[in-house]
């Protein structure tokens, strides 16, 4: 298998695992969400060891079309992980006894999630 077709395989695969992240931070699901972050951690290893791909190294369509992808949906569930730990925290300090969380204008109260 060259590097190109190599890199495509993990590309698919590493838009495949982020896919299925989101489904499990939709879920609350942390068996899923540790092991996507392991299957992530995986494929990027073997990313890495694939070689060099330094800037002679060209990149064909679909690989630059894979590698958007998974930019985008890593940064979309990023995000989703910031705000569900902004939840958390935000909960956990108003059982602390620190009810200035929820006052309008401030930041926490900005992320804060609704409950279900």
Do not use: W
């Not at 982020?18 to 494929?43: F, P, T, V």
């Not at 990027?44 to 694939?50: K, L, M, P, T």
């Amino acid at each position: 298998m060259t590097a190109s077709e190599d890199l495509r395989d993990n590309l698919r695969q590493m838009v495949a695992v982020l896919q299925a992240e989101r489904q499990a931070l939709a879920g609350l699901d942390l068996d899923a969400i540790l092991g996507c972050a392991n299957d992530k951690r995986a494929l990027c290893g073997r990313i890495d060891a694939a070689g060099p791909f330094g800037s002679d190294f060209a990149l064909d369509e679909e690989c630059r079309g894979l590698l958007d992808a998974a930019k985008r949906i890593n940064e979309v569930n990023r995000q989703v992980r910031n705000l569900l730990a902004a939840n958390v925290a935000a909960r956990l300090e108003v059982l602390a006894g620190s009810p200035a969380l929820y006052r309008p204008g401030t930041a926490a109260h900005a992320y804060r999630m609704p409950t279900s």
